[in-house]
């Protein structure tokens, strides 16, 4: 059965056709100067076939979590990346250019533009690798994000899309520093997108360790983005799903 199990953060369950995916795991209950609202989420991960890298900020490159994965596991990151992944004894790691088409069981997943900066600091200035996204096509085509402002070529970016996995947040109380979409904007992509689902990603889920657990942002970005979505793209079905939450597609 085709399903989305939303893990948190960035960090996606797809059961496509029979091969499962993985996008930017983020799989621990502290990372640096955060703490996880919830239980990490790792039921399943043992059946992966291949994870999808987004861009190499600590969020979504996250070696530490990587390692909870079988060494075997195809690793797909941006051209650039390998050398960081190879860290964690990776065997099978693919870099990839926007454009580029990586074929994984019945899958042909293809790395789309990012409008968003893929530099890792900090301490890694010669790290250099691009900020990508995926489409992900088969039976039903189904678009991750990553991390990304508004870009101009979202439209028709994925014809005919069925799901798109879009990121409204992050993980404090204002969005801080670079290229990100909030719930507007991401109600905007929508118009773009024209998806026949929508499901945020990208909030809910972690948040600095000074602040409480009941911290308004941990909720009201999905509210926010339900509400400008039904305003801006009223045909999109917006389906806001809670860490460790699945749908059936």
Do not use: C
Not at 88 to 102: A, H, I, K, L, Y
Not at 113 to 133: I, N, V
């Amino acid at each position: 059965m085709n399903a989305v199990a939303y893990l948190g953060h960035a960090t996606v369950l797809i059961e496509l056709d029979g091969t499962k995916l993985l996008t930017d795991p983020l799989l621990r209950r502290r990372v640096t100067h955060l703490r996880r609202a919830d239980d990490p989420r790792t039921e399943g991960l043992d059946e992966v076939d291949a994870v999808l890298i987004s861009h190499a900020h600590h969020d979504h490159l996250h070696l530490r979590s990587l390692r909870l994965l079988d060494r075997s596991t195809q690793i797909v990151v941006p051209k650039g990346l390998r050398r960081l992944v190879r860290l964690g004894r990776f065997g099978s790691v693919t870099e990839v250019n926007e454009g580029d088409v990586v074929e994984i069981g019945l899958l042909s997943v293809r790395a789309t533009h990012a409008e968003h900066a893929g530099t890792r600091q900090p301490g890694w200035w010669w790290l250099k690798a691009p900020a990508l996204g995926y489409a992900i096509e088969g039976s039903q085509k189904i678009y991750f994000a990553g991390d990304t402002d508004l870009f101009e070529e979202m439209e028709g970016l994925v014809p005919d899309l069925d799901v798109a996995l879009l990121p409204i947040w992050g993980w404090g109380p204002s969005l801080g520093r670079g290229l990100h979409l909030d719930p507007r904007k991401a109600a905007e992509a929508l118009r773009l997108l024209r998806p026949r689902i929508a499901i945020p990603i990208h909030w809910g889920t972690y948040r600095p360790l000074h602040l409480g657990a009941r911290a308004r942002f941990l909720s009201a970005p999905a509210e926010d983005f339900a509400r400008e979505a039904a305003a801006l793209a009223p045909e999109v079905d917006v389906r806001v799903l809670q860490p460790g939450e699945r749908l059936s597609l």
